[in-house]
């Protein structure tokens, strides 16, 4: 059948456009792909995005279960480190045989930090605030596999053992250390802790002056809003200026309601140094006042309704109340005869002091580093740390002063004083004291 003209010129004009279409679609081909990707990489993401904020939900929602929770907590406590470091600091009468023996390790490994120390000419001695690191590998034979003992404020001696060998290889290490006198002083506000704080005093050093004051002052009950205090103290810095490490107290003065208590550093002998006041008497007493700093007296001694128990009986100590895990220090030099559970009382430790007094520390959250019976420590010691174990309704210290086997009121009791120095030491002491009060002068002089 023959097709009119008309449809002919129909066809051909179709064809005319069709292949004029090809030619722009090829003309413009590969702008075409770069759009199709682009569209398609759109999708991708913004599905890829989707199904990765609903993982993130499902995972969020499965960490969060408090039975998975509970299942980590108790795995992961049951894991413990493979090494452990150590920071001692050296406290008055240490030496090298009782530090390393509060530490667990084998007998064979005491003995070899023992024999090697006493290889090391620059450590014959130990002098008192000296640091002292130790790094232990507890995979499978425990072993110290690096201890750092400091020489001076600027050197460090390094031992490192030799791979599995039992010997350790010694360096030097030299601090390029800058020793700066600071003075800072201060009305209290709300406490002396704020307040120094404030000051930029860093903690430490903060806890080291009350420590100092400790065997006189009770900082909950006897510091008044208005009293002030001085302070000139060692700080040691590298040559950018920022803080290593802080040095000791040079200087104090609390003023307690118009009433000055100065303290001056005095070096006694090759190691060992005290703080003295204007008349050369040691603030130290037999027994501290309060063997925690400040916490409140929420208990007397005297007869009291029990808080749990209902009736009424005596109440044989002095409670203080603090936030759980505050340290308890002794209150004086002795020897351990108790450090375990004591029923109401929790976990307790019992000092002798001398023939005449014992004190006694309960419901501890736990006890301090190398606590433990026939162990001897220093005043000023951290024995354990405020808890709420055995018969108690919250965390505090109930701490116990027994006199001749007597159980006694602690706020109540007569010590007598520290030392006071006298003739060839207190010479020095007097000459050291000048020293000291014309670098105070100084000091002030050049903050104004």
């Known amino acids: 059948m023959l097709k009119s003209p008309i449809y002919q010129d129909i066809l051909v004009s179709f064809n005319l456009m069709k292949t004029k279409i090809l030619e722009k679609l090829q003309e413009y081909s590969y702008f075409i792909w770069l759009i199709l990707l682009v569209f398609m990489a759109v999708f991708v993401t913004y599905f890829y995005d989707s199904n990765k904020k609903k993982q993130i939900y499902f995972l969020q929602k499965s960490l969060s279960n408090i039975y998975l929770k509970k299942s980590i ?18 406290k008055k009468g240490d030496n090298f045989e009782n530090i390393i023996d509060n530490i667990k390790l084998p007998l064979s490994e005491k003995e070899k930090f023992l024999t090697t120390v006493k290889k090391q000419k620059e450590i014959k001695s130990l002098k008192q605030n000296q640091h002292i690191y130790f790094k232990i590998d507890r995979k499978n034979n425990i072993k110290l596999i690096k201890f750092k003992i400091e020489v001076s404020k600027k050197k460090d001696v390094e031992f490192v053992r030799n791979g599995d060998l039992n010997k350790f290889s010694s360096k030097i290490i030299e601090k390029n250390l800058n020793r700066v006198l600071l003075f800072k002083e201060g009305i209290i506000e709300n406490s ?13 050093t903060i806890i080291e002056f009350a420590r100092l004051y400790g065997f006189q002052v ?22 950018d200026k920022s803080l290593i490490e802080s040095g000791d ?49 929420s208990s007397p001694f005297g007869k009291r309704k029990h808080p749990i128990l209902g009736f009424t009986k005596m109440h044989t100590g002095t409670d203080f109340a603090a936030p759980t895990g505050t340290p308890i220090m002794a209150s004086g030099d002795g020897v351990i005869t108790r450090a375990q559970w004591c029923g109401g009382g929790g976990n307790c430790v019992k000092i002798k002091h001398n023939s005449v007094y014992q004190t006694v520390y309960a419901h501890m959250s736990k006890f301090g580093r190398g606590i433990k019976k026939g162990v001897r420590v220093k005043q000023g010691q951290i024995i354990g740390y405020v808890g709420s174990t055995g018969l108690s309704t919250g965390p505090h210290l109930h701490y116990e002063v027994i006199e001749n086997g007597r159980k006694i009121n602690s706020q109540k009791l007569k010590l007598p004083s520290g030392r006071t120095l006298k003739g060839k030491q207190r010479n020095k002491f007097e000459v050291n004291k000048i020293k000291i009060d014309v670098l105070k002068s100084e000091l002030i002089a050049g903050l104004n």
């Open 73 to 90: 907590n108790t795995f992961t406590s049951k894991l413990k480190p493979r090494y452990i470091e150590i920071n001692y600091k050296v």
């Open 192 to 204: 002396l802790y704020n307040t120094a704080i404030k000051l930029g005093i860093k903690p430490n």
């Open 218 to 239: 009770d900082f909950q009950r006897d510091i008044w809003k208005g009293d002030s205090f001085q302070i000139i103290y060692e700080q040691f810095e590298n040559d």
């Open 249 to 297: 107290i040079i200087f104090s003065n609390l003023n307690i309601q118009g009433n000055d208590l100065n303290l001056y550093k005095f070096k006694l002998g090759e190691n060992e140094i005290d703080y003295f006041d204007e008349n050369g008497k040691s603030m130290k007493k037999t027994l501290m006042k309060t063997p925690i700093n400040g916490a409140r007296l």
